[in-house]
């Protein structure tokens, strides 16, 4: 029997091998409460440098000190259109749309203001009606030390956002400029400040905001401001908070999160909290789906909302917390439709690590869903596995056909859909008390409508070989990218890495270092999957002469004080002899 999907993804074809380590994996791991360590940037421990516009009195101030700026009108109705797409259930929930920005003025002709130990300047970028806004920096050169921007709101007093320094822009590649996607800021005006230490010329600063997000959904109401976009569902919908108590520590691992495409476009997708094996260790990996984030970019700007639910069953009050930061692409597969990725800012106290398991699960099996559905507080599905399944993209959505061997899970509801937002969201079953994640959300055809219509699934068991680096983080170490019997060699596979980094391609990948015939298509390939993991210092850029380095010398034995020698690492996240080690030991072991 073959089923149309109705929301969707073009799930595209690769056929790399991987480089990951297959080793005998645990069938399963145990949830855990996560416990973050303190983080300096969280949202309200940042201010302004200009006095004049702290948030306490932004309003006031913004009268008596006026803000250069540059105000965009409504979007026309050809604009909003854009929004409507959402309305056939294809792909994450469409909830922004670009708008571009001419042309700023020269960063040294904005207004500077003395403050301590420097001068600051402040811009205000506005498009009319917007529910929310983000903006696109963009560095054509890297920031200088010390210099800051900061980003606020000029209708929520709470949102100051920052410092951000050159460490937090990413660079996709050596020829591309370096980006950062603000993070989302309520209304319809996004404050810019930016931070110039004494001895720095602003025009060493190139700053340009080439486009905005502008968001029309409310994220308080969860409605639409201009868009008739429609979003209901209310009438087969069940409230996390409503849901079984035995689920109730499972939802603390599920998240909401906005991303911003490279057209600025902005979604709505769910994810969820993963453990992995080293329980010694806790390190935020969140699944969701590929067809949400597959790009470095569009994770790295993810916006995080958690614990995300009405207080009581039909309150219809509820309260989230927010972190910012986005996060760092470990692996996606398009075909599978998952992606794993590192969020970088850690979430909050009070979230779960969920479980997981590889085993296949059992005819008929009860399953559950959790999700933010249409971008709601957390909603609650249960009902049964129907079978697994292959799935075909078509023009206009996807086929299923049922396949024991299949890559995906279909499944049908005795209670609750999924809707758009929830892509990407868990599927769990319950073994001895126990919640195990199975897979994220694809698509499907339940609706209030057809409620009893499937829904599918990604099967974790089939994306396990490609994170099983970092979820089975005890696992066999990495194997030679020319001899998967031999453990890495630093003057074998180091040079290799580093060339890679390097531009260097083919035999010149090779040379003098490989004894026997090499497949270079084939070697590049395995290089390529590496990619998301080679930033060793976390600076968003790949080099040779840093993190080709830094792998070699680790692979001599070289981990104290020779490990980061004559580097510079004033850009770096990971800084330390011992967070440089630690990275690379959770690569390699």
């Given at each position: 029997?073959?089923?149309?999907?109705?929301?969707?993804?073009?799930?595209?074809?690769?056929?790399?091998?991987?480089?990951?380590?297959?080793?005998?994996?645990?069938?399963?791991?145990?949830?855990?409460?996560?416990?973050?360590?303190?983080?300096?940037?969280?949202?309200?421990?940042?201010?302004?440098?200009?006095?004049?516009?702290?948030?306490?009195?932004?309003?006031?101030?913004?009268?008596?000190?006026?803000?250069?700026?540059?105000?965009?009108?409504?979007?026309?109705?050809?604009?909003?259109?854009?929004?409507?797409?959402?309305?056939t259930q294809h792909r994450a929930l469409k909830i922004g749309i670009e708008r571009?920005?001419?042309?700023?003025?020269?960063?040294?002709?904005?207004?500077?203001?003395?403050?301590?130990?420097?001068?600051?300047?402040?811009?205000?970028?506005?498009?009319?009606?917007?529910?929310?806004?983000?903006?696109?920096?963009?560095?054509?050169?890297?920031?200088?030390?010390?210099?800051?921007?900061?980003?606020?709101?000029?209708?929520?007093?709470?949102?100051?956002?920052?410092?951000?320094?050159?460490?937090?822009?990413?660079?996709?590649?050596?020829?591309?400029?370096?980006?950062?996607?603000?993070?989302?800021?309520?209304?319809?005006?996004?404050?810019?400040?930016?931070?110039?230490?004494?001895?720095?010329?602003?025009?060493?600063?190139?700053?340009?905001?080439?486009?905005?997000?502008?968001?029309?959904?409310?994220?308080?109401?969860?409605?639409?401001?201009?868009?008739?976009?429609?979003?209901?569902?209310?009438?087969?919908d069940l409230s996390m908070a409503c849901a079984p108590a035995a689920w109730q520590?499972?939802?603390?691992?599920?998240?909401?999160?906005?991303?911003?495409?490279?057209?600025?476009?902005?979604?709505?997708?769910?994810?969820?909290?993963?453990?992995?094996?080293?329980?010694?260790?806790?390190?935020?990996?969140?699944?969701?789906?590929?067809?949400?984030?597959?790009?470095?970019?569009?994770?790295?700007?993810?916006?995080?909302?958690?614990?995300?639910?009405?207080?009581?069953?039909?309150?219809?009050?509820?309260?989230?917390?927010?972190?910012?930061?986005?996060?760092?692409?470990?692996?996606?597969?398009?075909?599978?439709?998952?992606?794993?990725?590192?969020?970088?800012?850690?979430?909050?106290?009070?979230?779960?690590?969920?479980?997981?398991?590889?085993?296949?699960?059992?005819?008929?099996?009860?399953?559950?869903?959790?999700?933010?559905?249409?971008?709601?507080?957390?909603?609650?599905?249960?009902?049964?596995?129907?079978?697994?399944?292959?799935?075909?993209?078509?023009?206009?959505?996807?086929?299923?056909?049922?396949?024991?061997?299949?890559?995906?899970?279909?499944?049908?509801?005795?209670?609750?859909?999924?809707?758009?937002?929830?892509?990407?969201?868990?599927?769990?079953?319950?073994?001895?008390?126990?919640?195990?994640?199975?897979?994220?959300?694809?698509?499907?055809?339940?609706?209030?409508?057809?409620?009893?219509?499937?829904?599918?699934?990604?099967?974790?068991?089939?994306?396990?070989?490609?994170?099983?680096?970092?979820?089975?983080?005890?696992?066999?170490?990495?194997?030679?990218?020319?001899?998967?019997?031999?453990?890495?060699?630093?003057?074998?596979?180091?040079?290799?890495?580093?060339?890679?980094?390097?531009?260097?391609?083919?035999?010149?990948?090779?040379?003098?270092?490989?004894?026997?015939?090499?497949?270079?298509?084939?070697?590049?390939?395995?290089?390529?999957?590496?990619?998301?993991?080679?930033?060793?210092?976390?600076?968003?850029?790949?080099?040779?002469?840093?993190?080709?380095?830094?792998?070699?010398?680790?692979?001599?034995?070289?981990?104290?004080?020779?490990?980061?020698?004559?580097?510079?690492?004033?850009?770096?996240?990971?800084?330390?002899?011992?967070?440089?080690?630690?990275?690379?030991?959770?690569?390699?072991?």
């Amino acid at each position: 029997m073959i089923t149309l999907s109705l929301r969707i993804f073009c799930l595209g074809l690769l056929s790399l091998s991987s480089l990951l380590p297959i080793s005998q994996a645990a069938e399963r791991v145990e949830s855990e409460l996560y416990q973050p360590a303190p983080f300096k940037a969280e949202l309200g421990q940042t201010q302004l440098k200009l006095s004049a516009l702290n948030p306490a009195n932004r309003r006031l101030n913004s009268l008596l000190f006026p803000i250069p700026s540059l105000q965009l009108g409504v979007p026309s109705t050809t604009e909003l259109a854009a929004l409507q797409q959402h309305k056939t259930q294809h792909r994450a929930l469409k909830i922004g749309i670009e708008r571009q920005i001419p042309a700023l003025p020269e960063l040294q002709d904005w207004v500077w203001m003395p403050v301590l130990d420097g001068q600051a300047a402040q811009f205000m970028l506005s498009s009319e009606a917007a529910a929310n806004l983000r903006a696109l920096l963009q560095l054509d050169q890297p920031l200088p030390k010390g210099v800051e921007l900061r980003v606020f709101s000029l209708e929520a007093s709470a949102e100051v956002f920052g410092a951000y320094q050159q460490a937090d822009f990413t660079q996709l590649d050596t020829t591309q400029p370096f980006q950062l996607w603000t993070p989302t800021v309520s209304g319809s005006a996004l404050g810019l400040e930016v931070f110039i230490p004494t001895g720095i010329d602003p025009a060493q600063i190139k700053l340009t905001i080439p486009q905005i997000s502008h968001i029309d959904y409310d994220l308080k109401t969860e409605k639409f401001k201009l868009s008739d976009s429609f979003l209901k569902f209310s009438s087969c919908d069940l409230s996390m908070a409503c849901a079984p108590a035995a689920w109730q520590t499972t939802a603390k691992a599920v998240a909401r999160y906005i991303f911003t495409d490279a057209t600025g476009s902005s979604y709505l997708c769910t994810g969820t909290l993963l453990a992995d094996k080293d329980t010694s260790t806790q390190i935020p990996y969140l699944s969701t789906a590929a067809h949400c984030i597959n790009e470095a970019s569009a994770a790295a700007s993810m916006d995080f909302y958690w614990l995300y639910q009405e207080t009581s069953c039909g309150s219809g009050y509820s309260t989230w917390v927010r972190t910012t930061g986005g996060a760092d692409l470990l692996a996606t597969r398009s075909e599978l439709d998952s992606s794993l990725v590192r969020i970088r800012t850690p979430p909050p106290v009070g979230v779960v690590l969920s479980g997981w398991a590889l085993e296949a699960l059992p005819a008929s099996a009860a399953v559950v869903g959790i999700h933010h559905g249409s971008g709601y507080p957390q909603q609650f599905s249960q009902g049964k596995f129907v079978s697994y399944a292959s799935i075909l993209s078509t023009p206009t959505g996807y086929m299923v056909t049922k396949d024991p061997l299949g890559n995906f899970t279909q499944v049908t509801w005795t209670e609750g859909i999924t809707a758009q937002g929830s892509s990407g969201s868990g599927l769990w079953f319950s073994l001895n008390d126990q919640a195990y994640f199975k897979g994220s959300l694809v698509g499907g055809s339940s609706s209030c409508a057809e409620p009893n219509a499937p829904d599918e699934y990604t099967r974790l068991e089939r994306f396990h070989p490609y994170v099983a680096t970092w979820l089975e983080s005890k696992g066999e170490p990495l194997a030679s990218l020319l001899n998967t019997n031999q453990p890495l060699n630093a003057l074998v596979d180091g040079i290799i890495i580093a060339r890679y980094l390097a531009g260097q391609r083919g035999d010149q990948l090779t040379r003098q270092v490989a004894t026997t015939p090499v497949n270079w298509a084939e070697l590049e390939a395995k290089l390529d999957l590496l990619k998301p993991i080679l930033d060793i210092d976390g600076d968003h850029r790949l080099e040779a002469d840093k993190d080709g380095l830094l792998i070699i010398r680790y692979l001599l034995g070289l981990k104290d004080a020779a490990l980061i020698a004559q580097l510079d690492f004033t850009d770096s996240q990971r800084k330390t002899i011992t967070e440089i080690n630690q990275y690379i030991e959770t690569l390699l072991f």
